[in-house]
């Protein structure tokens, strides 16, 4: 196991605290990347993956743009444009509203559940075969997690 310190070569923090921030951006960002590895096959990537989860969730009903945008993990991310994308590779559809064309609504459709299942599947099969965390300490950490965030 390779401490924050070597990982980023860097010998001292100035607190516990700042430690812990450094290794909480240090991770995420390792995370990403793996996960990012793990979705190219299926291609699609993290936020893309997200709205096709959110949208499973809501399935059958549908989401609007905003909605999606409340809801996703990266928050700075364009969720219009990830639509389009997702529209394109014909996973999501867009409903526009017959008063208000205006207001479109996403739904995810067959391809784009098939796709959401296998990668889901792959996913998880990859996190338990890397993840070296007990149940009981991935729900600590994601305790403590919550805490951080406060």
Known sequence: MQTIEEA????????NMHKAQVN?????S???????????????SPPQYNILRILKGRHPKTA??????ERMLDRMS???RLV??????GLVERIECPNDRRQVEISITEKGMDVL???????????SEEIFLTEEEAGILSDLLDRFRG
């Open 84 to 89: 389009d994308k997702l529209k394109a590779k």
């Open 117 to 127: 299942v296998k990668a889901s599947a792959e996913m998880q099969k990859s996190r």
């Open 8 to 15: 980023i070569q860097q010998l001292k923090f100035q607190s």
């Open 30 to 44: 390792v995370i990403d990347a793996a996960t990012t590895q793990m979705l190219k096959p299926y291609g699609i």
């Open 24 to 28: 909480v951006l240090y991770t995420a």
């Open 64 to 69: 609007s743009i905003k909605y999606l945008t």
């Open 78 to 80: 364009n969720a219009s």
